[in-house]
Structures are given as structure tokens and as C-alpha cells.
């Protein structure tokens, strides 16, 4: 069947995903399947661009076009989970036949109209909703949980099933419709044209690699007393380096808290941390994300009373990625003598239900999320938290039942989830396992020769096919 | 007839109204429960330089010549107490004679002898029933109420003024409003005082542990109640027993952590086992047999006839072997933490610089969340509540609030930050600021904050900072810049006596 696209209608997918997610405080087993529909736009190089949240943890992904009733079978190309978009291509080339590829246009203005289009949830078929840009600023990406990019928001109603759908300006995508706020109606956001552009740009090597960070805080310089203290002219530009995050060697080594950025790449640096960015002012964060990973970014920045140029390297922040969602990589575990051992991360804590920040306890919420930044000589790679007990006669007098950080197990202090198995396995001949628990110093032991009778039983016991997964 | 009904009405009515009556005068309780009326200064920690009266009623035993029993309950920063006897009519000035807030007790009097006339002094039981019924008496509106309860069980927990735990009763009763000192009555004798109201009961301290503290009280000087400030774990996992080399049957408690001050010394030290407490022999799940009343948690042993600095022999198992050793009861103290979990009869202490307001970290300041304060409080305030205090560090001061003002312009939406440093001197109490705000640094006021996931520096113009105070205090209608307590509070926060 061939379809004449002239209308961009006829270019937006009907995407279907089968996905299975695993389970973070049971890593050898998975969620039951689900089916979730999203949307998708024919983009050139036959290819469908959606959101990463759409075909995150897919089985099986099913494209359809506009009023073709026939399924195709999709996959991932490309998918970008910090700034949530995908590529996906089409197993039969006969997909595209007939196909406008869509092309991407510039940052609408704000106040400007835009039809979002899409298959949200509630019939089958395709759906245009008219809205305007309502404004341009960094948004949470609620798919990654730990980072902000630009984002538009229209009151357009943008519905489960919209995702990924193209938002259209004068025949051109302006953006990728792709998260709402719950409880909120008429405001949606989408992925605006910037980081459409940047995504195209990263894969250019095969690879995605992300967006960069210059992993500084910044802070607003208003006060006349701190500009004064640092002999910065009183006027409305420049902002302070207040902390750099661990985990950037190139930046400690070019930048200095006390820092005053004036310029980062062509934009100036308003006091209040903003840039003007195409007609908006948003956090100078943006600045930074235009750069590529292990791309330079021309800074000018004042220091010590004297204005200097910097051409800092930025590279992609991996050192909080236990801090967001994590995906394509299965959960990482070990279970010995009945006691499932995996890293602190935000899956695992997601598993503790919808109120998982209370559920959690300040002791875990502290270790993710805190102690890197507070304490970084005391914090480890890799927390490892006992995640529950498989019961079984051997660990049945444990008081320790989990949600518990491990200190040391054999006197070793766990920093990640390698060390749980070395302390385990080459241990000193002792008739005894040895674990101590944070942050109470909890101490629990097991008799070693009776877990190493009982470990083959559990596993079978409990269905584990394995027991670790590294 | 008609006349005949009237009559008849008459005397049944008659004959009711004197079966009432005939039950008051009956009970002995009206002759020893009181009503107690206390206004009280209340705070706002918020804004810490605003006050408001609250009233509270509250019940009061007479227990002897003169002394009235009730709960610490609200008595603290009380600026007026009146008492009321039979329930209605007049009420009588009353004072605090003494009070401990740990132990939540307090004791009031009056200074008028008619007051007294008619009153009787209720002996204390020297035993506290485990089970049973008993009854709560209070006046209320008029009447006494005398409310029969059950016993659900002797506990050993902490009390709702204090962490420390101690023997405690909880009775099973629906009764609305109690919570406030109701007198809780076997026979002719008072076994308890309600202190506090759980959804389906009530805890009661008995009188065994109430009898303990006046005892106490009669000694120069008063000894506040001590406490076991080692943090232990059950022992029912035999492998870590065996790890732990103890021979013979699992029994005992094992030490895994302290919660005592830096600088007090440590008899005990990780991986003890406890074996024996002050003669009692402990099991793994933490219990002594007390003659008395059968399975009770090991803490009741540092409050059962003890007192702080008492000695107490406790056996352990160290290394391999048994020994014993002689531990000194520390005296429990708000300040052990380095959140103090109360601050009584002071007002709350800040310090206003330039709009920026500073106050010590206190669980009555998270308490401004509500009582669901460690969920809703700022996070990583609430979280210092689980750390401990450090020479270095043995109390903290919050920016917690920034009063808009031209001098403090760009730092208005700042709050909740712990101050570290003032002008590269250490801040740990609102004194150090006081101190520090002497010595500015070439011209500027530089705060530093510890590290955390906000702002970790300010500067503000020393020059003008002192008008800034000034002028934010007429604006914003404050009366004093600063209110810091002296000794420093954290001394000052424990057993309080008020003109014994």
C-alpha cells in the first residue's frame, strides 16, 4: 500500500512497545510484560525519532503508519536516556515507501502556535492539539530523574500515548512531545529543536555519548559586598563558581571557586545565572550543553580582580549516574547464603514503592544522594545495601532483614559489589562470615560451612539462575 | 392524679440527686485530685522573636503536705499556675516547687493555707500491678470522673519528654482527652499518672518509678536520672556469638555503638557482650528478669533505684573470656545529641545579622515542620539528627531564614544553611557568631557553610551591617537582635529545679 505524505500528519508513527523492566531488589528476575503506545516522526535517513522513555527496556517495538493498519516491526538505532530521545529503525525497508521524512526547524518563539501530534491514550487514532509556547527554560527530565535541560512548555494538551509525537511550526518539528506534570492539565513540554540537533550531532560517530557538564554550582552574585570582595565592577553580569563537584579533574584544574563566570561560549553571563539564549533567558547551564562531549567551551571568567579566557573541556558527568534512572544495563547482584546484595541506587530505592524517598530511611537517602558531595573521602564508588533474605535455615537468626548498607564484610570495606564476592571467596580460613552493617554497626554473621552446603539449594530454591550478575 | 405524678417525679428525682451526690462525698479521690491551669509562653521557632500564651488544664494528685504531683508536661516557660480543687469554684495561685523533664515529673504548690483545708496526701504504691483493671480519675466539668481501665502490659520505652527509656504502663482506654496527668488509682493508692495518649491507650509512669524520683529529690544536690549511653543488638544469631568466642549458651547483648559524649570515657567498647547487668542476668533478646515484674529491657536497669553516677557492675564477655567492669551512669542530657531533642524555660535563642537570622539546630526548631517534622523538615537538617556530636562539632547553627533588606540583596532565598565558619573563625553556637561578627576580614563579613548541596559562601559589607541590623528590626518589628542564653544552652537544658 502506498502512501502519499504531504501533510506531517502522515509522517507521525503509531509506536507500540512490549517492554519487560527488571526487578532492582531482585535482579535475576523481571517485571511482568507491558504494552505502552507512543508516538514517533519519520525523520530522514529512514528512521523514526522518538522518545527514549517510549521503547526504554522494549521486547518488542511495533510501528504503524497513518491509517495503515499493518504492523512493523522496530528497533532501537540511537537512544539518548538524559535527553530522552531515540532512534529507531524499521526491520522492512517498504515502511518508509511513500514516507516524508520531517525536518527540524528552529526554537519557536515563546507565544508562538504549535499543533502537537500524536496517538494519545484514549482511541486509535491520530490526534492534533493546537497550543501555544508558553515559555523556554531548563526543565527536570523526569525519564534520566537527575538532570535539566531546555524545554519548552505549551499549554497543548500533551497526554500518555503523546510521547514522542512531533510538535509542528509551519511544517517544521520544533520539538518532541514528551512529559506533562501530573495533577496539572494543559501544560505540556517538549523537546525543544537545540537538543534535537545535539542528539543528531553526538550519534554522528555511531555513538551516543551525552550531553557535558562543567560539573560547577553556580550561584547568583548580586550581593554589591561579594562583587565588591572580589573587585568585580557592580552591574548586572557575571556569576559565581560556588563548589566543583567531584569527579571533574579538567575543571578543578582550570576553575576556582570565586570563580565569576562572565562569558560561557557567545553568550554573557547575567548575574542571576542566566545567559540570553535566542530570545530567553535560561540558567547558563544551556550554555554549557551546546558543547559536545570532550568538546571545548570558550569561558571568560573573572579572577582575583582580572578578567582571563579559559577554554574549558567539558565531558559527560557519569559519577552520579546511580543518582538517576538507569537502563539497558541489567541490575547488578550477588546472593550468598540466602542475603541479595546490590549497589544503592535510585531502581533499587524505586522498588521500595511510589513513597520511596520515605520509605527509604535518611541512612540510604543520605548515602545516594548526600555523602559524595559532603564527604567525599568517606563516600564509596559503589554503596552495596543487603536488599532482603532469602529465607533459609542458614540465615534464619539474622536480625538484619534488609534495606541495610554494609559497612564490611570480613573486614573488608565494601566500596562496590566486587568487593562483596572477594570478601566472600578469599577470605582468611575462619568458621565464620563476618558482616557488619551501617549505620548502626549492626554485625551479623554465617557459618561459612553451612552457607557453602546451602548456596546451590537456594539458588534453586528461589529460581536464580545465577548468582551474581556483575 | 395529676398531683400524685408530680410528687412522685418529685421523689424519684429527689432520690436520685442524693444517690449523686451521696457518691461524691463518697469518693476520697476529690479530697486529693486537683485540677491544674497553667499558662505558658509558646514559640514560634520560625520566628523566634514572637510569643503566644497557651493554657493548658492538666490533673494533679496531692501526694503530700503541701505537694502537688503532676507531669512536666507543659509546665515548662509557664508563666502563671492555678489550682482548683473539687472541681469548680475558685482557683488558687499555685507554683512549681520542682520538676525534671526527663523524668517528666513536677511539683506544684500553693502558698495559701485554705487551699489545703480538706485536702489529703494519697500514698504512693510501692508495686505496680502487670495486669488488672484500675481506675483513671480527673475532674472534669465539674465532676469527678472515675473511669475503669484495664492494664495491657509494663513496657520499657522512652518517655515522651525524654529518650531515655524507663519503665512505663500502658492501659487500655478510649477515654477522650486524657494524656494530662490523670491520676491512674488502685484501691486507696495512686499507681501511676497518664503521661501521654496513643490512639487506643494510654502510657502511665507507675509509681514505682515515680516514688524513685522524689526519693531522689530529697538529696543535696539532686541527681537527675542516668542512662546506658551504649547502643546494642540482640544476640540470637549463634554464628556471631561463636565469632564473638562466647562458650556456653547464647545469652547476653552485644555492644555495637555509643551515644556518648567525645569526651566521656568508654568502659564498654564494640563487640562486648553483655552478660549480666547490676546482678541480672541478661538474655539475647535484651531482657532481665525483674523480680517484680518478670521480662523488662535491660535500660530499666539504669533508672531501677539508680541514679546518674551511680556505679553499676556489669559482666561482659571480651576476647574470649568473661570480666567485669564498673560502669558510671552518665547523667541523660538533651545535649548528648548533637540535635538537642528539647530545650526548656528559655526563649528561643537567635541572633539577627544584617537580615540574616541564625539559630541553633533543635528538634523543637524541626518541630516547626509539624509533627511529621522528619519527613517534612528540610532533608539534610533533619538527617543531622542522626549524627552524632564531635569535639569539633558539638552543636550547629542554622542560617535559617534571610529578612529581606537592601545590604543581604541576593542571598533573600537562603535558608537552612549550617554555618561553618565566620570570618575564618569556627561557629558551632550563636555565641561563636557574636564573637566572630567582632573580627571582620578586610571589610567584609564572610560566612561559610558546610558543604552540602547549596550555597557555600556569603559576603556582606562589615560596615554596613550594623545599620542593616538596626534597620530590619524596625522593620520588621523586632525588639532585640539577638537572644543567646548564657551559660550556653546546651548546658542548661537538663534537669531544671525552679525554687525547690
Same mark, same amino acid.
Given at each position: 500500500?502506498?502512501?502519499?505524505?504531504?501533510?506531517?500528519?502522515?509522517?507521525?508513527?503509531?509506536?507500540?512497545?512490549?517492554?519487560?523492566?527488571?526487578?532492582?531488589?531482585?535482579?535475576?528476575?523481571?517485571?511482568?510484560?507491558?504494552?505502552?503506545?507512543?508516538?514517533?516522526?519519520? *525523520?530522514?535517513?529512514?528512521?523514526?525519532?522518538?522518545?527514549?522513555?517510549?521503547?526504554?527496556?522494549?521486547?518488542?517495538?511495533?510501528?504503524?503508519?497513518?491509517?495503515?493498519?499493518?504492523?512493523?516491526?522496530?528497533?532501537?538505532?540511537?537512544?539518548?536516556?538524559?535527553?530522552?530521545?531515540?532512534?529507531?529503525?524499521?526491520?522492512?525497508?517498504?515502511?518508509?515507501?511513500?514516507?516524508?521524512?520531517?525536518?527540524?526547524?528552529?526554537?519557536?518563539?515563546?507565544? !508562538?502556535?504549535?499543533?502537537?501530534?500524536?496517538?494519545?491514550?484514549?482511541?486509535?487514532?491520530?490526534?492534533?492539539?493546537?497550543?501555544?509556547?508558553?515559555?523556554?527554560?531548563?526543565?527536570?527530565?523526569?525519564? *534520566?530523574?537527575?538532570?535539566?535541560?531546555? #524545554?519548552?512548555?505549551?499549554?497543548? $494538551?500533551?497526554?500518555?500515548?503523546?510521547?514522542?509525537?512531533?510538535?509542528?511550526? &509551519?511544517?517544521?518539528?520544533?520539538?518532541?512531545?514528551?512529559?506533562?506534570?501530573?495533577?496539572?492539565?494543559?501544560?505540556?513540554?517538549?523537546?525543544?529543536?537545540?537538543? *534535537?540537533?545535539?542528539?543528531?550531532?553526538?550519534?554522528?560517530?555511531?555513538?551516543?555519548?551525552?550531553?557535558?557538564?562543567?560539573?560547577?554550582? *553556580?550561584?547568583?552574585?548580586?550581593?554589591?559586598?561579594?562583587?565588591?570582595?572580589?573587585?568585580?565592577?557592580?552591574?548586572?553580569?557575571?556569576?559565581?563558581?560556588?563548589?566543583?563537584?567531584?569527579?571533574?579533574?579538567?575543571?578543578? &584544574?582550570?576553575?576556582?571557586?570565586?570563580?565569576?563566570?562572565?562569558?560561557?561560549?557567545?553568550? $554573557?553571563?547575567?548575574?542571576?545565572?542566566?545567559?540570553?539564549?535566542?530570545?530567553?533567558?535560561?540558567?547558563?547551564?544551556?550554555?554549557? !550543553?551546546?558543547?559536545?562531549?570532550?568538546?571545548?567551551?570558550?569561558?571568560?571568567?573573572?579572577?582575583?580582580?582580572?578578567?582571563?579566557?579559559?577554554?574549558?573541556?567539558?565531558?559527560?558527568?557519569?559519577?552520579?549516574?546511580? &543518582?538517576?534512572?538507569?537502563?539497558?544495563?541489567?541490575?547488578?547482584?550477588?546472593?550468598?547464603?540466602?542475603?541479595?546484595?546490590?549497589?544503592?541506587?535510585?531502581?533499587?530505592?524505586?522498588?521500595?514503592?511510589?513513597?520511596?524517598?520515605?520509605?527509604?530511611?535518611?541512612?540510604?537517602?543520605?548515602?545516594?544522594?548526600?555523602?559524595?558531595?559532603? $564527604?567525599?573521602?568517606?563516600?564509596?564508588?559503589?554503596?552495596?545495601?543487603?536488599?532482603?533474605?532469602?529465607?533459609?535455615?542458614?540465615?534464619?537468626?539474622? $536480625?538484619?532483614?534488609?534495606?541495610?548498607?554494609?559497612?564490611?564484610?570480613?573486614?573488608?570495606?565494601?566500596?562496590?559489589?566486587?568487593?562483596?564476592?572477594?570478601?566472600?571467596?578469599? !577470605?582468611?580460613?575462619?568458621?565464620?562470615?563476618?558482616?557488619?552493617?551501617?549505620?548502626?554497626?549492626?554485625?551479623?554473621?554465617?557459618?561459612?560451612?553451612?552457607?557453602?552446603? #546451602?548456596?546451590?539449594?537456594?539458588?534453586?530454591?528461589?529460581?536464580?539462575?545465577?548468582?551474581?550478575?556483575? | 392524679?395529676?398531683?400524685?405524678?408530680?410528687?412522685?417525679?418529685?421523689?424519684?428525682?429527689?432520690?436520685?440527686?442524693?444517690?449523686?451526690?451521696?457518691?461524691?462525698?463518697?469518693?476520697?479521690?476529690?479530697?486529693?485530685?486537683?485540677?491544674?491551669?497553667?499558662?505558658?509562653?509558646?514559640?514560634?521557632?520560625?520566628?523566634?522573636?514572637?510569643?503566644?500564651?497557651?493554657?493548658?488544664?492538666?490533673?494533679?494528685?496531692?501526694?503530700?503536705?503541701?505537694?502537688?504531683?503532676?507531669?512536666?508536661?507543659?509546665?515548662?516557660?509557664?508563666?502563671?499556675?492555678?489550682?482548683?480543687?473539687?472541681?469548680?469554684?475558685?482557683?488558687?495561685?499555685?507554683?512549681?516547687?520542682?520538676?525534671?523533664?526527663?523524668?517528666?515529673?513536677?511539683?506544684?504548690?500553693?502558698? /495559701?493555707?485554705?487551699?489545703?483545708?480538706?485536702?489529703?496526701?494519697?500514698?504512693?504504691?510501692?508495686?505496680?500491678?502487670?495486669?488488672?483493671?484500675?481506675?483513671?480519675?480527673?475532674?472534669?466539668?465539674?465532676?469527678?470522673?472515675?473511669?475503669?481501665?484495664?492494664?495491657?502490659?509494663?513496657?520499657?520505652?522512652?518517655?515522651?519528654?525524654?529518650?531515655?527509656?524507663?519503665?512505663?504502663?500502658?492501659?487500655?482506654?478510649?477515654?477522650? =482527652?486524657?494524656?494530662?496527668?490523670?491520676?491512674?488509682?488502685?484501691?486507696?493508692?495512686?499507681?501511676?499518672?497518664?503521661?501521654?495518649?496513643?490512639?487506643?491507650?494510654?502510657?502511665?509512669?507507675?509509681?514505682?518509678?515515680?516514688?524513685?524520683?522524689?526519693?531522689?529529690?530529697?538529696?543535696?544536690?539532686?541527681?537527675?536520672?542516668?542512662?546506658?549511653?551504649?547502643?546494642?543488638?540482640?544476640?540470637?544469631?549463634?554464628?556471631?556469638?561463636?565469632?564473638?568466642?562466647?562458650?556456653?549458651?547464647?545469652?547476653?547483648?552485644?555492644?555495637?555503638?555509643?551515644?556518648?559524649?567525645?569526651?566521656?570515657?568508654?568502659?564498654?567498647?564494640?563487640?562486648?557482650?553483655?552478660?549480666?547487668?547490676?546482678?541480672?542476668?541478661?538474655?539475647?533478646?535484651?531482657?532481665?528478669?525483674?523480680?517484680?515484674?518478670?521480662?523488662?529491657?535491660?535500660?530499666?536497669?539504669?533508672?531501677?533505684?539508680?541514679?546518674?553516677?551511680?556505679?553499676?557492675?556489669?559482666?561482659?564477655?571480651?576476647?574470649?573470656?568473661?570480666?567485669?567492669?564498673?560502669?558510671?551512669?552518665?547523667?541523660?542530657?538533651?545535649?548528648?545529641?548533637?540535635?538537642?531533642?528539647?530545650?526548656?524555660?528559655?526563649?528561643?535563642?537567635?541572633?539577627?545579622?544584617?537580615?540574616?537570622?541564625?539559630?541553633?539546630?533543635? /528538634?523543637?526548631?524541626?518541630?516547626?515542620?509539624?509533627?511529621?517534622?522528619?519527613?517534612?523538615?528540610?532533608?539534610?537538617?533533619?538527617?543531622?539528627?542522626?549524627?552524632?556530636?564531635?569535639? /569539633?562539632?558539638?552543636?550547629?547553627?542554622?542560617?535559617?531564614?534571610?529578612?529581606?533588606?537592601?545590604?543581604?540583596?541576593?542571598?533573600?532565598?537562603?535558608?537552612?544553611?549550617?554555618?561553618?565558619?565566620?570570618?575564618?573563625?569556627?561557629?558551632?553556637?550563636?555565641?561563636?557568631?557574636? /564573637?566572630?561578627?567582632?573580627?571582620?576580614?578586610? =571589610?567584609?563579613?564572610?560566612?561559610?557553610?558546610?558543604?552540602?548541596?547549596?550555597?557555600?559562601?556569603?559576603?556582606?559589607?562589615?560596615?554596613?551591617?550594623?545599620?542593616?541590623?538596626?534597620?530590619?528590626?524596625?522593620?520588621?518589628?523586632?525588639?532585640?537582635?539577638?537572644?543567646?542564653?548564657?551559660?550556653?544552652?546546651?548546658?542548661?537544658?537538663?534537669?531544671?529545679?525552679?525554687?525547690?
Amino acid at each position: 500500500m502506498a502512501v502519499q505524505c504531504a501533510e506531517p500528519e502522515k509522517s507521525v508513527i503509531q509506536i507500540t512497545t512490549f517492554s519487560q523492566q527488571p526487578i532492582w531488589d531482585a535482579g535475576w528476575r523481571s517485571d511482568a510484560v507491558r504494552k505502552a503506545s507512543g508516538s514517533g516522526f519519520v *525523520i530522514r535517513g529512514k528512521r523514526i525519532m522518538t522518545n527514549a522513555h517510549v521503547v526504554s527496556w522494549a521486547r518488542q517495538i511495533l510501528v504503524r503508519r497513518y491509517q495503515d493498519p499493518r504492523p512493523y516491526a522496530a528497533r532501537v538505532r540511537f537512544i539518548a536516556h538524559d535527553c530522552d530521545l531515540a532512534l529507531l529503525e524499521v526491520e522492512s525497508d517498504s515502511f518508509f515507501n511513500g514516507l516524508e521524512p520531517l525536518d527540524v526547524g528552529e526554537l519557536p518563539k515563546v507565544r !508562538s502556535t504549535v499543533i502537537t501530534y500524536g496517538y494519545p491514550a484514549g482511541g486509535e487514532q491520530i490526534s492534533y492539539t493546537r497550543g501555544v509556547v508558553s515559555r523556554i527554560e531548563l526543565q527536570s527530565y523526569t525519564h *534520566i530523574g537527575n538532570r535539566g535541560y531546555l #524545554a519548552a512548555q505549551t499549554d497543548a $494538551a500533551i497526554n500518555p500515548g503523546n510521547s514522542g509525537g512531533p510538535v509542528i511550526q &509551519e511544517d517544521k518539528v520544533v520539538g518532541v512531545a514528551f512529559q506533562g506534570i501530573p495533577g496539572l492539565e494543559n501544560t505540556g513540554f517538549f523537546i525543544p529543536p537545540p537538543l *534535537i540537533q545535539h542528539f543528531f550531532k553526538d550519534i554522528e560517530d555511531g555513538t551516543y555519548d551525552g550531553f557535558p557538564q562543567a560539573g560547577l554550582r *553556580i550561584v547568583a552574585l548580586q550581593n554589591p559586598a561579594y562583587r565588591l570582595r572580589l573587585k568585580l565592577p557592580d552591574n548586572d553580569l557575571g556569576v559565581r563558581v560556588d563548589y566543583i563537584y567531584p569527579g571533574v579533574p579538567k575543571t578543578k &584544574e582550570l576553575m576556582q571557586e570565586d570563580d565569576v563566570l562572565l562569558q560561557v561560549g557567545p553568550y $554573557a553571563v547575567g548575574s542571576d545565572g542566566t545567559i540570553l539564549y535566542q530570545g530567553n533567558r535560561v540558567f547558563v547551564g544551556a550554555a554549557f !550543553s551546546e558543547a559536545q562531549n570532550g568538546g571545548l567551551v570558550p569561558v571568560r571568567l573573572w579572577r582575583q580582580g582580572q578578567q582571563m579566557d579559559v577554554s574549558l573541556p567539558v565531558y559527560v558527568y557519569r559519577e552520579d549516574r546511580a &543518582e538517576g534512572n538507569q537502563y539497558d544495563v541489567l541490575p547488578r547482584y550477588y546472593v550468598y547464603g540466602g542475603l541479595v546484595f546490590t549497589p544503592l541506587n535510585r531502581d533499587y530505592l524505586r522498588t521500595l514503592g511510589q513513597n520511596w524517598f520515605d520509605a527509604a530511611g535518611p541512612e540510604l537517602i543520605y548515602e545516594l544522594f548526600y555523602r559524595r558531595q559532603e $564527604a567525599p573521602q568517606t563516600a564509596r564508588p559503589e554503596p552495596i545495601v543487603l536488599a532482603s533474605v532469602l529465607s533459609h535455615a542458614v540465615n534464619a537468626n539474622l $536480625a538484619v532483614q534488609g534495606r541495610t548498607l554494609v559497612d564490611k564484610i570480613n573486614g573488608v570495606r565494601i566500596e562496590k559489589l566486587e568487593d562483596v564476592i572477594r570478601a566472600f571467596e578469599s !577470605s582468611p580460613p575462619q568458621n565464620q562470615d563476618v558482616i557488619e552493617f551501617l549505620p548502626d554497626h549492626t554485625l551479623e554473621c554465617l557459618d561459612r560451612a553451612a552457607v557453602k552446603q #546451602a548456596n546451590a539449594e537456594i539458588l534453586k530454591t528461589y529460581g536464580i539462575p545465577k548468582d551474581r550478575r556483575l | 392524679m395529676k398531683t400524685f405524678c408530680a410528687l412522685l417525679g418529685a421523689l424519684v428525682f429527689g432520690f436520685l440527686a442524693g444517690e449523686a451526690g451521696a457518691a461524691q462525698s463518697r469518693s476520697p479521690w476529690e479530697h486529693s485530685v486537683v485540677t491544674l491551669e497553667v499558662t505558658r509562653k509558646q514559640y514560634d521557632y520560625l520566628q523566634p522573636w514572637t510569643k503566644r500564651v497557651a493554657h493548658v488544664q492538666k490533673t494533679g494528685t496531692v501526694i503530700g503536705p503541701r505537694e502537688i504531683l503532676t507531669t512536666a508536661d507543659s509546665m515548662a516557660d509557664q508563666t502563671m499556675i492555678r489550682l482548683q480543687k473539687g472541681g469548680r469554684g475558685k482557683w488558687w495561685p499555685g507554683e512549681l516547687r520542682w520538676i525534671d523533664y526527663h523524668a517528666n515529673l513536677a511539683v506544684v504548690s500553693a502558698a /495559701e493555707a485554705a487551699f489545703w483545708k480538706d485536702l489529703r496526701p494519697v500514698p504512693l504504691a510501692a508495686s505496680v500491678p502487670g495486669k488488672g483493671s484500675v481506675q483513671l480519675i480527673r475532674w472534669r466539668n465539674g465532676n469527678l470522673e472515675i473511669r475503669k481501665t484495664e492494664i495491657n502490659r509494663l513496657i520499657v520505652k522512652g518517655g515522651k519528654l525524654s529518650f531515655l527509656e524507663h519503665l512505663h504502663l500502658e492501659i487500655d482506654s478510649e477515654i477522650n =482527652g486524657t494524656g494530662w496527668a490523670e491520676a491512674i488509682v488502685s484501691g486507696s493508692k495512686l499507681i501511676g499518672m497518664v503521661s501521654s495518649k496513643e490512639e487506643h491507650g494510654c502510657t502511665v509512669l507507675p509509681s514505682s518509678f515515680i516514688r524513685s524520683c522524689l526519693e531522689a529529690r530529697k538529696t543535696e544536690p539532686y541527681r537527675g536520672l542516668g542512662y546506658f549511653d551504649f547502643v546494642w543488638q540482640r544476640a540470637e544469631n549463634p554464628a556471631t556469638l561463636k565469632h564473638l568466642k562466647l562458650v556456653g549458651e547464647p545469652r547476653g547483648v552485644i555492644v555495637i555503638d555509643s551515644r556518648a559524649k567525645p569526651s566521656q570515657a568508654q568502659v564498654l567498647k564494640r563487640h562486648d557482650i553483655i552478660l549480666q547487668i547490676d546482678g541480672f542476668d541478661i538474655d539475647t533478646q535484651g531482657d532481665y528478669k525483674d523480680p517484680a515484674h518478670g521480662n523488662l529491657l535491660l535500660e530499666n536497669l539504669a533508672t531501677r533505684n539508680k541514679r546518674a553516677g551511680d556505679k553499676i557492675h556489669i559482666k561482659i564477655w571480651r576476647d574470649g573470656a568473661g570480666q567485669g567492669v564498673l560502669y558510671e551512669l552518665p547523667p541523660v542530657e538533651y545535649s548528648v545529641d548533637l540535635v538537642p531533642e528539647a530545650v526548656f524555660d528559655q526563649e528561643p535563642e537567635y541572633l539577627l545579622m544584617g537580615g540574616l537570622l541564625f539559630q541553633p539546630l533543635t /528538634e523543637p526548631y524541626l518541630q516547626s515542620w509539624g509533627n511529621d517534622w522528619r519527613r517534612k523538615a528540610p532533608f539534610r537538617l533533619s538527617y543531622y539528627k542522626l549524627e552524632k556530636p564531635a569535639p /569539633e562539632k558539638p552543636s550547629l547553627v542554622v542560617l535559617s531564614l534571610v529578612l529581606p533588606d537592601a545590604h543581604n540583596l541576593g542571598y533573600q532565598d537562603s535558608r537552612y544553611l549550617v554555618v561553618n565558619k565566620l570570618n575564618g573563625r569556627r561557629v558551632t553556637r550563636l555565641a561563636d557568631l557574636l /564573637e566572630a561578627i567582632k573580627h571582620p576580614v578586610e =571589610g567584609f563579613h564572610i560566612l561559610e557553610f558546610r558543604d552540602g548541596d547549596s550555597m557555600q559562601r556569603m559576603v556582606l559589607d562589615a560596615g554596613e551591617t550594623e545599620a542593616a541590623t538596626r534597620r530590619v528590626l524596625q522593620r520588621y518589628g523586632i525588639e532585640k537582635d539577638h537572644v543567646i542564653a548564657s551559660p550556653p544552652l546546651v548546658l542548661k537544658a537538663g534537669v531544671a529545679s525552679n525554687g525547690k
